[in-house]
């Protein structure tokens, strides 16, 4: 069995996937936000 050692493996591409989901998830939520007041000032 191989051995490992700690902080050897390069993660680029896990951070750089990581930091497009949480823009997704960050841009959704206010997505969310805005529609919820719209629709409260809206459809009522």
């Known amino acids: ?4 050692q ?3 493996m390069d993660i ?3 951070e750089k996937m ?3 989901f949480m823009t ?4 959704f ?3 969310m936000v805005f ?3 719209f629709l ?3 459809a009522t």
Request: proline fraction near 0%.
């Open 18 to 20: 990581f930091s497009s």
């Open 12 to 14: 680029t591409v896990q």
């Open 29 to 31: 939520c206010i997505a």
């Open 40 to 42: 409260a000032m809206f």
């Open 6 to 8: 700690h902080g050897t």
């Open 35 to 37: 529609l919820a007041l």
């Open 1 to 4: 069995m191989a051995d490992h």
């Open 24 to 27: 997704f998830v960050t841009r």
